[in-house]
């Protein structure tokens, strides 16, 4: 899966945990228009200037609830696309990938965080026509971790106290 908006972008700063628009749940996008596919453009490129897999708006200081992801799945088939308003679905009967997990907004250190090696993910594109992802691996990772941004939740938000202490530290060592 490759989506067309994964280029000619314009890089963002990666917005660092700690500012108020990453722990808020991000709005439904009501607007399609050409804001929203510069937005995602933009995404795009700023994710790939900072290395990453996956990216939320909110991680560009946007609070809008879209995401992009660069990933592969458990069988290494690569998707790159685009989620607005997304909808996560999580199998009943789970089991459950306890793997190291990074952040743009937390940048350098990793941590074991325990997720669901399944996901699904239900929403629109920006024309507003339905997206639908099904992800294993790192991709469901990725799926679940996007999800989490648009609600308000860091991954160190999922890990012990002193984990995330240690983690946090590591990332701004100055505060």
Do not use: W
Not at 62 to 80: S, T, Y
Not at 143 to 161: F, K, P
Request: glycine share 8%; aromatic share 4%.
């Amino acid at each position: 899966m490759h989506d067309p908006l994964s280029e000619g972008g314009t890089a963002r700063p990666i917005t660092m945990h700690g500012t108020p628009v990453l722990h808020t749940r991000c709005a439904e996008v009501t607007a399609f228009d050409d804001e929203l596919v510069t937005l995602v453009r933009d995404m795009y490129a700023s994710m790939y200037a900072a290395n990453g897999v996956g990216l939320a708006a909110n991680q560009v200081g946007v609070g809008l609830r879209v995401f992009i992801v660069d990933c592969p799945d458990a069988d290494e088939e690569r998707v790159v696309a685009h989620v607005v308003n997304p909808e996560l679905e999580l199998p009943e009967v789970r089991t459950l990938d306890d793997d190291a997990e990074g952040c743009l907004s937390v940048p350098g250190p990793s941590s074991d965080v325990a997720r669901p090696d399944h996901a699904l993910v239900r929403g629109v594109d920006v024309y507003g026509e339905p997206v639908v992802i099904e992800g294993t691996g790192l991709l469901a990772r990725c799926l679940q971790h996007e999800t989490d941004h648009l609600n308000g939740m860091v991954y160190v938000d999922r890990i012990s106290n002193k984990e995330r202490k240690r983690v946090l530290a590591e990332a701004f060592p100055s505060t």
